[in-house]
């Protein structure tokens, strides 16, 4: 029955009934826990919906999301609310990681709000948010109107069903036209209610705090249409909002319970992670014994780090629960191997001559060198010793492939390293600023037209494995938020190694801009060192089998020098250029450079010279640099 209501095979519907129970007996007949059909409806990317008592579920705050377009003041209105002072410090807390708190309103009701930032950057973070929440406050500035992150906040709610209200917000400054924001928002698609829509609609003043109270009674008004009910007495079913490590508390978490009560001591599974709640504490830090629907808490005990938007489940068995995230693990392993276009090539390892090989692109010997190294232990009469060769468990164990694709692959792969890219490692505290940064890299790679390559990603502080991984691909290493430790910063600077850390995103996608337009624009300018005339030609043989065509030459501009590359001008047309000098001298004096008005012999690899000729010395200097990388 559990098969046809998910509408999949019942083969494979009992391999995961098998595998979460533990139970590989168990058979189409049998009958399964709620628990289990909870999880495995998960696994399915369907959501279980249970019957329930309607005289067991009780009223719950609405779960609000705030929305709109950067500074249109979101931030204000979210201090306003809460009471505290972060708009000073946006980098901080709720701006740059989806955050959550509860307040009471002046009217007594509860409602608790999710903040997703608005700038474009974080548009998965905010199309996130949307998925838990029950009513978005779309904010828009009075002076300024709709603008593009204002209709991705509509396009956003409307695709997710989630009903708006609209806070047109800054009515107290000098600009502002509430009537222009109507009419631009019912142009976007929204029916206001003032136009006989159900789009509720408050003129607002975070700042001076003007108008709040309309706004909450508007969200309580909406919940109250809205009939929010859920269980409290069941285990907890909630969603991971942000997740990272944190020094001296191990893996931490932030969920919002969307039904049940949740509690110190709970085993739950989230993602890939799964473990044991040993303390939860709410928005102000303080240590709590339980949190109900609607409520936002921070948890410590996961063994590891789940993504944002994970479902969070709690089960009654540790041993389930480690099943349950092993097994996502190795799907979303599978899926990555699976997956040609994100697939890594494990190669042997290479010698610290052959590293230098690879990066002066000289590679076909490496190449070479591993076809033969894996073509021996690829005889079919190898022995055992031979096919447990390092070579080929690396390759098994690093790909799906088989070993001659690999080759194949590793070859393609060394061949394409004349095509240039930007090299990048992106290291973030949490994962939705990793993602943050990601989508920053792509978006910013298709804007400049620029060959990006992200050679690495991860959660955490920056490791002497980054380090070496930037030198191995020439790649810098860009930071959300991280305090780079000296050790690791000392390393990087020794071995000129780019490392930089921003708390606020718009400073690292600045940076990031300057990488791009350094890399883009590897533009060399000329500088005109001087000129000089041709007054002679001579031959001199200095005791070699060939003569040697010398010019003697009279400086007229600047100096000509011995490191210079020279263009000859004949006539008041451009010859040749890009003329190396072979030897310079002043009488028989080898010398560097000869200043205006003295006299030399120039040596060229070019010898089609005439007597009149000009010849220009110049030099190629590359652009400076934006981006500082010291």
């Known amino acids: 029955k559990l098969a046809r209501e998910m509408k999949v095979s019942d083969e494979k519907l009992l391999n995961v009934c098998r595998k979460i129970e533990q139970n590989p007996e168990l058979e189409l007949e049998s009958v399964v826990s709620e628990e289990t059909a909870e999880i495995v409806a998960l696994e399915m990317d ?108 509509i396009e956003f709610a409307t695709e997710a069903e989630v009903p708006m209200i609209v806070a047109i917000n800054k009515i107290d400054l000098p600009g502002a036209n509430i009537q222009r924001v109507e009419l631009e928002l019912v142009e976007a698609g929204l029916e206001l209610d003032k136009f006989g829509g159900e789009v509720l609609h408050v003129p607002i003043s975070a700042k001076v705090r003007k108008n709040l109270s309309d706004l909450e009674e508007a969200i309580l008004f909406k919940a109250e249409l809205m009939e929010l009910r859920e269980e409290t007495q069941c285990k907890a079913r909630g969603v991971i909002l942000e997740s990272e490590f944190a020094q001296g508390k191990g893996n931490v978490c932030s969920v919002i319970i969307k039904k049940g009560t949740l509690k110190p001591g709970d085993i739950v599974v989230a993602g890939k992670a799964h473990g044991k709640v040993r303390q939860m504490v709410n928005e102000k830090k303080q240590q709590v014994k339980s949190a109900g629907p609607s409520q936002a808490v921070e948890i410590w005990g996961l063994k590891d780090l789940p993504e944002a938007g994970d479902d969070l489940l709690v089960l009654n068995d540790l041993q389930k629960a480690k099943i349950v995230s092993d097994r996502r693990r190795i799907e979303f392993e599978k899926e990555l ?8 090539i494990y190669m042997p390892k290479i010698t610290f001559k052959e590293r230098k090989m690879l990066r002066s692109r000289d590679t076909s010997k490496i190449v070479e060198r591993l076809k033969k190294e894996v073509s021996e232990v690829l005889d079919p009469d190898a022995d055992d010793i031979q096919q447990n060769h390092p070579a080929i468990q690396m390759a098994k164990r690093g790909s799906g492939k088989s070993i001659e694709e690999q080759l194949e692959q590793i070859s393609t792969l060394f061949e394409e390293k004349d095509e240039k ?92 801009e300057k990488l791009i337009r350094d890399f883009v624009s590897q533009d060399f300018e000329e500088q005109v060192l001087g000129k000089a005339n041709i007054k002679a030609l001579f031959e001199i043989n200095a005791g070699k089998k060939n003569a040697q065509k010398v010019a003697g030459l009279e400086i007229s501009e600047g100096v000509v020098a011995r490191r210079a590359k020279y263009r000859l001008i004949r006539e008041g047309e451009v010859v040749a250029e890009d003329i190396q000098a072979l030897d310079l001298r002043k009488f028989k004096e080898q010398v560097k450079e000869v200043s205006k008005g003295q006299e030399c012999g120039l040596a060229l690899n070019y010898e089609d010279l005439k007597e009149g000729d000009v010849l220009v010395a110049y030099e190629l200097k590359k652009r400076k640099d934006e981006f500082d990388y010291s």
């Open 337 to 344: 191997l699976s997956a040609t276009k994100q697939e890594e």
């Open 46 to 153: 369907l959501i279980p919906v249970f019957n329930r008592d309607a005289s067991k579920l009780s009223l719950r705050p609405p779960i609000v999301t705030i929305m709109g377009h950067v500074d249109h003041g979101k931030t204000t209105l979210l201090d306003s609310f809460r009471n505290s002072n972060i708009c000073a410090g946006e980098h901080g807390g709720i701006t740059q990681g989806i955050g959550a708190f509860s307040m009471k309103t002046s009217l007594g009701g509860d409602i608790t709000f999710i903040d997703t930032p608005g700038h474009m950057a974080f548009s998965k973070m905010r199309a996130r948010g949307a998925e838990v929440t029950d009513i978005v406050v779309l904010v828009v500035c009075a002076a300024e109107g709709v603008q593009p992150q204002t209709l991705e906040s």
């Open 421 to 512: 890219s930007l090299n990048i490692i992106l290291k973030a505290q949490n994962w939705g600023m990793l993602e943050t940064l990601e989508e920053s890299v792509t978006r910013l790679s298709e804007e400049k037209d620029c060959n990006i390559c992200v050679v690495s990603k991860s959660v955490g502080n920056v490791t002497e494995a980054d380090l070496y991984s930037a030198q191995e691909f020439s790649a810098s290493i860009l930071c959300m938020d991280l305090k780079i430790p000296k050790s690791i910063a000392s390393k990087a600077s020794r071995n000129k190694i780019p490392i930089k850390s921003h708390k606020i995103i718009y400073h690292l996608l600045e940076d990031l």
